[in-house]
């Protein structure tokens, strides 16, 4: 696990100043300039997978509504105080430096979801006393993520959590009951502004008029070949390709590094999802189980869907590539929940030297040391 994503963030430096030289160039005069940003936040990231795996992930347990708290004030403030980009008010700044809440509000939502798990057990298969309150974290996160907006955040965020409360053993009626009510909603906020009508039109065609990014994506794609055409000799990140250090910085690993690249990028993604799940099967708790999976599957199904839309295999979204896009707030904030997750697999029997704790609930009866808990 920890080779994988020390791997990725290193191949991020020479992929993501590839990507933005042009653009940095054009717009800073200096080639170099996003580099040095990527490389601050790549440090920032490895600082905080240490500080993450150093922490006992069960102090985290008591904190984790306070921790979604927090991020629903962040989204609050945001909304309100938010700077504006590209028509959306998805980031707090301060002088030249940003935070993007939502990331921080995904793994605190899914961290308390964890909690809300262990401690409640067979209680969340109650609509009344275990469902509703947990859903109503769960809508609050959303809603406000969505109204920012930002679509692609908001769903993937409420489908990370349902898939959650399904692992936690949340009745299926319930939630085949949410859908029903929520699908409708969902549906007419993405067919609400013209921007999101286009992409989902342009998907749907398979047409080029609308999907110019897309286009460009896959046409990188087809430079690259089998094996690339070298690192640095990419001609769409010369302004063909928008955004190609960020949410399209895999089709510039695929025109770079070809066929076999991309390849060994996607691997890197599945040693996390192999290593992830084996964690959490032997992780010692409940807690632990579930925040190895919520944390395995919030990273992987980002890397997939990313992957998938710069192939055109799905619909145009606005995620990034974890530990590969340029980005402080996704690096930095993947980076400490895989710190949480090297931190349980320290406390498993994986390991020949591993400290032995005690089991600590069960699924049926829940964790009942923290009392109640909301």
């Known amino acids: 696990m920890l080779i994988a994503v020390l791997t990725l963030m290193l191949l991020s430096l020479g992929v993501v100043y590839s990507a933005s030289a042009s653009y940095a160039f054009a717009k800073y005069g200096e080639s170099e300039r996003m580099l040095t940003s ?29 921790g979604v708290l927090a991020a629903v004030g962040f989204l609050f403030v945001t909304l309100v105080m938010g700077g504006e980009t590209k028509g959306a008010t998805r980031w707090l700044r301060y002088s030249s430096i940003g935070f993007q809440p939502s990331e921080f509000a995904k793994y605190a939502l899914l961290f308390h979801l964890c909690t809300l798990i262990a401690v409640k057990g067979d209680l969340i298969r109650n609509f009344k006393r275990g469902f509703i309150p947990t859903m109503i974290w769960i809508g609050l996160v959303t809603f406000l993520v969505m109204l920012q907006p930002n679509f692609s955040m908001g769903g993937m965020i409420f489908l990370l959590s349902i898939v959650m409360m399904f692992i936690g053993r949340a009745k299926f009626s319930h939630l085949a009951i949410t859908f029903a009510v929520l699908v409708p909603i969902i549906l007419l906020y993405l067919l609400s502004a013209e ?20 286009s460009q994506g896959i046409l990188g794609f087809g430079n690259g070949g089998i094996f690339g055409v070298g690192p640095g000799e990419s001609k769409q990140r010369d302004f063909f390709l928008p955004e190609s250090y960020g949410d399209f910085v895999f089709s510039i690993v695929g025109e770079e590094y070809g066929f076999v690249g991309a390849t060994f990028f996607l691997l890197l993604f599945l040693t996390i999802v192999v290593r992830g799940f084996k964690i959490a099967r032997f992780a010692r708790d409940i807690f632990g189980r579930n925040l190895a999976i919520a944390v395995t599957a919030a990273i992987t199904f980002y890397a997939l869907i990313n992957a998938g839309v710069t192939l055109g295999i799905l619909p145009t979204t606005g995620l990034p590539m974890p530990f590969v896009s340029y980005g402080g707030s996704s690096m930095v904030f993947s980076a400490c929940a895989v710190g949480v997750l090297l931190n349980i697999s320290s406390q498993t029997d994986l390991h020949p030297r591993a400290r032995q704790v005690p089991v600590v609930g069960s699924v049926s009866a829940g964790e009942p040391n923290l009392g109640k808990v909301y």
């Open 38 to 66: 990527h490389a601050v936040k790549v440090l920032l990231g490895m600082l905080g997978l240490f500080i993450g795996s150093r922490i006992d992930y069960h102090k985290l347990q008591g904190l984790t509504k306070w």
């Open 195 to 214: 921007y999101r009508r286009t992409r989902i039109m342009a998907f749907l065609s398979g047409g080029t008029k609308h999907g110019y990014q897309v």
